[in-house]
């Protein structure tokens, strides 16, 4: 099944500088992360029938166009359910349907001609991935990049959830990746266990550094990272902030959301 891209230049935080919107299939196909109206995805949109429009999470550069893309070409627009509210002030648009993780929508006659929705949570609350047709590739949104690493700052993200997510794609091992932003990820797992390993490592430079004393966000924050972090400092706290929330939930230090203190051995 064909699975077409446009980088598409927004407003974004990623070193890419864009969002990668994604076309699944051809005779009633899917309009994924519509980021921005350009007239390359006007192109892209036009040699398909498109028939559905989701994204992969309502972060606001994936969402720009929605409401757009929507009034071109009837297509019906899917929000996840239970999420509809933070759709529509993402996007401006009120949803034509509601999906839950397990939705599986048809594309063409065929028995493989379909994508089921995965929940893919921890980068945001409400992101999920997208499997073409059974153990085809995923449209991952903002689960995994192929250089670099993903942040997952607190309170909107949640790195337990997010590790998880590592884990089940890994498990799942699908031939390729589209990520939301930057080169297609035809290594998944290799990808998946650089990044997993990439969070371990953050984490136990988070929990080294309470144990040696720090307690105060600002205070792990020095301890946990060696390179300068010059416009990029506000998502490095945030993501030290979700590390603190996982390693306290697990039991491994305490922390109130100011303060945080290693625990005692008995």
């Known amino acids: 099944m064909d699975v077409a891209s446009c980088a598409v230049p927004v407003s974004t935080r990623a070193p890419t500088g864009d969002t990668t919107a994604y076309l699944i299939g051809d005779d009633a196909a899917i309009l994924v992360d519509p980021a921005a109206q350009t007239s390359s995805l006007d192109e892209l949109v036009a040699d398909r029938s498109v028939e559905h429009i989701l994204v992969t999470h309502t972060h606001p550069d ?16 899917w929000a996840r359910r239970g999420r509809t509210t933070r759709f529509q002030e993402a996007t401006g648009c009120t949803p034509d349907r509601e999906f839950t993780p397990g939705t599986e929508l048809s594309l063409g006659d065929g028995d493989d001609e379909f994508v089921r929705i995965r929940d893919a949570p921890g980068h945001a609350p409400d992101h999920v991935a997208l499997e073409v047709g059974d153990g085809g590739p995923i449209v991952c949104g903002d689960c995994a990049v192929r250089e670099g690493s993903v942040v997952v700052g607190a309170p909107e993200g949640d790195m337990r959830a997010y590790v998880t997510t590592l884990r089940r794609l890994w498990a799942m091992d699908p031939p390729i990746l589209y990520p939301g932003h930057g080169p297609v990820i035809d290594a ?9 390993a990439h969070r371990a ?18 205070e792990i924050l020095a301890a946990a990272y060696e390179k300068d972090l010059s416009g990029v ?16 939930v697990e039991g491994r230090l305490a922390w109130d959301g100011a303060v945080a203190r290693a625990r005692r051995s008995d």
């Open 233 to 248: 400092r506000d998502l490095a706290r945030a993501t030290v902030r979700a590390h603190l929330d996982k390693l306290a």
């Open 201 to 218: 490592r953050r984490e136990q430079r988070v929990l080294t550094a309470v144990e040696g004393g720090a307690e105060t966000l600002d």
């Open 188 to 196: 998944p797992r290799e990808t998946l266990e650089r990044l997993l």
């Open 62 to 77: 994936h969402v720009g166009a929605v409401e757009t893309y929507a009034d071109t070409t009837g297509a019906a627009v």
